[in-house]
T-cell receptor, first 109, second 114 residues
Framework: GQNIDQPTEMTATEGAIVQINCTYQ??????LFWYQQHAGEAPTFLSY??LDGLEEKGRFSSFLSRSKGYSYLLLKELQMKDSASYLC??????????WGAGTKLIIKP | NAGVTQTPKFRVLKTGQSMTLLCAQD?????MYWYRQDPGMGLRLIHY???????AKGEVPDGYNVSRLKKQNFLLGLESAAPSQTSVYFC?????????????FGAGSRLTVL
């Protein structure tokens, strides 16, 4: 079956750096997405990786290793507003999105 | 620009009742989707549409029906609600399914079935 694994919850301190990992086993691969979802709100797009390597967007970076079935989202200079759930999703061979359960990130002052 | 709008935002139903969730998008997107989100689980695709007049089943279609009579609207119906359908429902749209097509989500509809 298809599976996306990510930690259920993480805690970090304001101003610090946190890395959220995602491992996947899917039927084919057509890209990996990270979405951010604040409590009670809609998911919003953060990043997309289809080739191996690091994509940087301001304070957020996303890394992909297709051979290892692994990605991480790196958040730098954490702010209180970064408290949210982070969803990892992979497009399979049929271009369907398979979603992880999400990682709830708690930022402490 | 409204993006994706879902109505209603909240609804409480009794077992056996029926209802329709409405999703409207103003971005001229071809693809539209209905997901449900439950605690501890990833988003699960209920039904989707690749264009006006077309619909297809997703991962968890049982107990739901959909219609896409107009390009901008995608309706999700529950004919006979069950407590297992208590969930948060999200509608989303995109320009296509390949490559880096990003989903734009509505704000969600929280449904409780008693």
């Amino acid at each position: 079956g298809q599976n996306i694994d990510q930690p259920t919850e993480m805690t970090a301190t304001e101003g610090a750096i946190v890395q959220i990992n995602c491992t996947y086993q899917t039927s084919g691969f057509n890209g990996l997405f990270w979405y951010q979802q604040h409590a009670g709100e809609a998911p919003t797009f953060l990043s997309y990786n289809v080739l191996d390597g690091l994509e940087e967007k301001g304070r957020f970076s996303s890394f992909l290793s297709r051979s290892k079935g692994y990605s991480y989202l790196l958040l730098k200079e954490l702010q209180m507003k970064d408290s949210a759930s982070y969803l990892c999703a992979v497009k399979d061979s049929n271009y369907q999105l398979i979603w992880g359960a999400g990682t709830k990130l708690i930022i402490k002052p | 620009n409204a993006g994706v709008t879902q109505t209603p935002k909240f609804r409480v139903l009794k077992t056996g009742q029926s209802m329709t969730l409405l999703c409207a998008q103003d971005m001229n997107h071809e693809y539209m989707y209905w997901y449900r989100q439950d605690p501890g689980m990833g988003l699960r695709l209920i039904h989707y549409s690749v264009g006006e007049g077309t619909t297809a089943k997703g991962e968890v279609p049982d107990g739901y029906n959909v219609s896409r009579l107009k390009k901008q609207n995608f309706l999700l119906g529950l004919e006979s609600a069950a407590p297992s359908q208590t969930s948060v429902y999200f509608c989303a749209s995109s320009t296509g399914s390949s490559g880096a097509n990003v989903l734009t989500f509505g704000a969600g509809s929280r449904l409780t079935v008693l």
